[in-house]
């Protein structure tokens, strides 16, 4: 069974810097791209940022690119988001999410999600 | 970056009724468009991929068509689980994009 499991929310001033991680267990880690989508309270899915597996391209949302820097670790199994620069805006519950296969961004397993709050 | 727009906003409907629901590319995806169901506060779930194929044990009553920027959901018969929040997401084009959502709701 796909289990994702994220970690490294909570609050963070304007300006501040948080670092989530993702631990993936029940499937080939390594092999599947792996994503970060994001929900505001109340609001819709939005994307942030996705990684290639093995290899380690990286495509970032236009609203965090520059500020935001996705990165992996397979010998740990484990997906990481770090978030500089945090505007208010990037409140929200940050889930990662599994590809459906090694290289297409459907996402078929999602976390539970961590709660990242922007606030002074 | 491709704008999904979702119609209606709200689909008040009963138990039993069929659903049909729209989501509209800006520009052409292809068929590569998928349909995740959310109910509250609960993950999404995928329920279709590159338009029309049904992902792991989505039941038959689910299903999706279209193609280039028009795209269907349809539910054949609402069961009482289905009532929920439906979200459409391109991967025709970086930046992935996902539309606004159409909630299901019981009438």
């Known amino acids: 069974e796909v289990q994702l499991v994220e970690s490294g929310g909570g609050l963070a001033q304007p300006g501040g810097s948080l670092r989530l991680s993702c631990t993936a267990s029940g499937f080939a880690f390594a092999s599947y791209a792996m994503n970060w989508v994001r929900q505001a309270p109340g609001k819709g899915l939005e994307w942030v940022s996705t990684i290639s597996g093995s290899v380690g391209g990286t495509y970032y949302a236009d609203s965090v690119k520059g500020r935001f820097t996705i990165s992996r670790d397979n010998s740990k199994n484990t997906l990481y988001l770090q978030m500089n620069n945090l505007r208010a805006e990037d409140t929200a519950v940050y889930s990662c999410a599994k590809a459906r296969s090694p290289s297409i961004p459907y996402f078929d397993s999602w976390g539970q999600g961590a709660l990242v709050t922007v606030s002074s | 970056e491709i704008m999904l727009t979702q119609s209606p906003a709200t689909l008040s409907l009963s138990p039993g009724e069929g659903a049909t629901l729209s989501c509209r590319a800006s520009q052409s995806v292809a068929s590569y468009l998928a349909w995740y169901q959310q109910k509250p506060g609960q993950a999404p779930r995928l329920l279709i991929y590159d338009a029309s194929n049904r992902a792991t044990d989505i039941p038959a009553r689910f299903s999706g068509s279209g193609s280039g920027t028009d795209f269907t959901l349809t539910i054949s018969s609402l069961e009482p689980e289905d009532f929920a929040v439906y979200y459409c997401?391109?991967?025709?084009?970086?930046?992935?994009?996902f539309g606004g959502g159409t909630k299901v709701e019981i009438k």
């Open positions: 997401q391109q991967r025709n084009n970086w930046p992935l994009t």
